[in-house]
């Protein structure tokens, strides 16, 4: 054997590593000396922004994290997870992929939903539903093109293969995505109370073993690589992703499920960001204890990997599992029948202390409450200076823009913005009804997962808007928490809790940490009034190219509750003669609207108001008058206005199209009428003998009800008699952008 020469530690290495030089001496103060190479590794990666969230922890501990139905805070394990009663509770988290799907499209997104499937499975959870949250550079641009083409495969490749139905989620196209593109994907679970598993490692001398595919030199360093701007050169460090394989975490998942339900099992956790360097320190320190592992013993794929290549290594498909001392045999026994390895690499201690051994040699002893997020990784609050465009775009006057002169080709053009357009090139790449529980498909206002044996179900979604976040990063905060509340309210479900990904610049430019800081704030306050607590999620850093930062979009995750499977709403309209009523009141805002970047190239002005309190009250006015039955469709105005909330609820019903006839008295301008993106606002439809209802409902809310129109059988949409378009061109202008531009 090749006798393998370390290179120095010092400063420099250590800079090199992505330590900066206060927390090089930090380390040397926590262990008295200099660490060794592997140990310096350790450090890194573990004190990097993507494991340590150490320029954010701070600020998310300001959120509501905690509720009636959470059964763990968020933070204590892999995924949130909330009671949904009949002993059952739903498990859920959403992460970013973004770095390494900007240098490697496919696997980068693949991989990104084999990672965020593992954090459900390990709680002993079986993934029921993915979601998907995508935004990149304008189609018309060749580069973006592959990107989206190659990310939307990775997606479908990787959910398709293991069998787990990606049923919801949004894409954005916008500039500042070009070259950093952000994949986030949530993944959802089920399971029972007595089920559930703990990532903890406790029990002198329990066995630690290693479960899953064997061990390579992909990812190593993908954490930092997570935690570090895109540059011309990041091209170059492919090596930093990692490469999945579905057919063998199928295996791993089944074979986890069913260890899961044997009480001899201690804890697991995925071996993902950092690898067995995260996991044993993170395991170790929830349970107040330490490990002794030798790497000997792991199985490798590669011949001659150093202890700092295993100990970092991000190679997908692979688990850390703590078992109770004498059932070693009665776990291989579990994973060898689903052909996979299983090995004894170490043990539990009690020391607080983690030691690695290779070739008989201790190549790394470090105390593990130092390594880790929550113990002594470092914690800053980063400095904060209100952008200096903020008063340009907000001071902008658009009642200054001229209005259109013909408003039917405003809403087509609208329509056929890749943003609003019909997004099935996508969604039927994805298997989206396998395991047979999707109840309402991609393309409505959430997508609705049945809980068998119940008559309860799910609905989901994903939202965030990069616009308004980048004019006004507080009510770009609250808004995303607001619109995925929103859409689960048409669905006909109460949302119960969410999930979050961060997505921001550098955090070391004041500017870009006051955005991050104002839109916590935002989430932190509509979280707080819609009584959805934070159950985890993920803050992704440094999304920037050598052209700038991307918008800072923060995306949430909204789960919602449907006691009774036949409150299930969807957005078409379905029955001629219906009454088309409005909830909420139409402000005319334009401010970051679609309307403005499509029609007039303009990013600019305020977004728009968002009151909470009245929100609620929108909500529950909404899902009383479905609980009643009252509700034949439900849509809310969001990207587009009303024009194009009416338009989707006209052409969406899957089984026949319907018109609608609509005029509304306001003094706003047309354009603001038509295409404002006021926020509270919900339409609803209904027959005629439920209208004195729907009055003493809004009535009892406190909220402005309006009857604004009919569902017309009649193949045409007008509104105000300025707008008058048949059904068939607004299908065509929504349905062919999309295609036609990844079809050339």
């Known amino acids: 054997m090749a006798i393998q020469i370390e290179p120095e530690v010092n400063l420099q290495t250590a800079i090199q590593h992505g330590l900066t030089e206060e927390e090089w001496n930090k380390v040397l103060k926590i262990l008295g000396r200099t660490p060794t190479y592997t140990e310096l590794g350790i450090f890194s990666v573990m004190w990097s922004e993507h494991c340590s969230y150490k320029n954010s922890i701070a600020l998310l501990k300001t959120l509501p994290r905690s509720g009636k139905h959470l059964l763990v805070n968020a933070g204590e394990e892999n995924a949130g997870l909330v009671d949904i009663g009949d002993g059952l509770a739903i498990c859920f988290k959403i992460e970013s992929h973004n770095h390494p799907s900007a240098v490697e499209p496919f696997q980068g997104a693949a991989t990104g939903v084999g990672g965020i499937l593992r954090d459900i499975f390990t709680m002993g959870a079986r993934p029921i539903a993915s979601l998907d949250s995508l935004r990149f550079g304008p189609l018309e641009a060749p580069r973006n093109r592959y990107l989206f083409d190659n990310v939307v495969k990775g997606i479908a490749h990787y959910g398709n293969c293991i069998g787990v139905p990606t049923v919801a989620g949004e894409i954005y196209f916008e500039d500042c995505y070009t070259e950093n593109p952000l994949v986030n994907v949530m993944t959802i679970g089920l399971v029972k109370h007595k089920n559930v598993v703990s990532a903890v490692a406790k029990g002198e001398g329990n066995t630690v073993m290693i479960v899953g595919s064997s061990t390579g030199r992909d990812g190593i360093h993908g954490a930092t690589f997570a935690s570090v701007e895109l540059t011309e050169e990041s091209e170059n460090r492919r090596s930093s992703v990692q490469v999945g394989d579905p057919f063998t975490e199928k295996l791993l998942l089944e074979a986890t499920l069913e260890l899961a339900k044997q009480d001899f099992l201690i804890g697991i956790q995925d071996l993902g960001a950092a690898g067995i360097a995260c996991s044993t320190s993170e395991m170790a320190v929830r349970g107040k204890s330490g490990m002794i592992i030798n790497l000997d013993s792991v199985p490798l794929r590669e011949p001659g990997m ?83 465009y903020l008063k340009k775009v907000q001071g902008r006057n658009l009642k200054k823009i001229p209005e259109p002169k013909d408003y039917n080709k405003v809403l087509l053009r609208i329509l056929s913005s890749p943003n609003i357009a019909d997004k099935s090139w996508v969604y039927r790449q994805y298997d989206y009804s396998v395991r047979s529980n999707t109840v309402v498909k991609p393309g409505g206002s959430a997508a609705v997962i049945r809980i068998k044996g119940t008559r309860k179900a799910l609905a989901i979604k994903t939202d965030g808007n990069g616009r308004y976040t980048y004019l006004n990063p507080y009510k770009g905060g609250a808004i995303a928490v607001a619109e995925s509340a929103r859409n689960v309210v048409c669905s006909g479900a109460r949302p119960i809790a969410i999930t979050n990904c961060l997505n921001f610049g550098n955090p070391y430019d004041p500017e870009i940490y006051y955005q991050f800081k104002m839109a916590v704030q935002g989430i932190g306050d509509a979280c707080r009034v819609f009584d959805t607590p934070v159950t985890g999620g993920n803050v992704s850093f440094y999304n920037e190219s050598p052209k700038g930062a991307i918008f800072p979009t923060p995306v949430i995750g909204m789960v919602g509750l449907i006691e009774d499977l036949k409150n299930v709403t969807t957005p078409w309209f379905k029955n001629d003669g219906d009454f088309i009523i409005l909830l909420g009141a139409l402000k005319g805002e334009l401010g970051g609207s679609e309307y403005l970047k499509v029609v007039h190239n303009i990013i600019a002005g305020d977004a728009p108001d968002i009151d909470l309190t009245f929100e609620k009250r929108i909500f529950n006015a909404t899902l009383e008058a479905i609980q009643k039955g009252i509700v034949n469709s439900a849509i809310d105005i969001s990207d587009g206005g009303l024009a194009v909330a009416l338009a989707e609820a006209c052409i969406s019903n899957p089984e026949k199209p319907l018109g609608a006839s609509v005029y509304i008295s306001r003094k706003l301008r047309n354009d603001e009428l038509f295409f404002g993106e006021s926020q509270s606002v919900i339409l609803i439809s209904i027959s005629e003998k439920y209208l004195l209802d729907i009055e003493r409902i809004a009535s009892k809310n406190i909220i402005p009800s309006v009857t604004i129109g009919r569902v017309k059988d009649n193949g045409r949409l007008t509104i105000n008699n300025i707008i008058d378009l048949p059904l068939t061109e607004l299908q065509k202008a929504y349905t062919r952008t999309i295609p036609g531009f990844m079809d050339i």
């Not at 040699?361 to 609050?381: D, F, I, T």
């Open 306 to 388: 150093s202890p700092y290549e295993i100990m970092l290594s991000e190679s997908q498909e692979r688990m850390l599992v703590v078992i109770r001392k004498g059932f070693e045999e009665e776990t291989k026994a579990i994973f060898e029948k689903w052909d996979l390895n299983c090995v004894k690499i170490g043990k539990v201690v009690n020391s607080g202390n983690l030691d690695i051994f290779m070739n008989n040699k201790k190549v790394a002893s470090l105390p593990a409450w130092h390594l880790v997020l929550g113990g002594g990784a470092p914690v800053y609050e980063r400095e904060t200076k209100e952008p200096a």
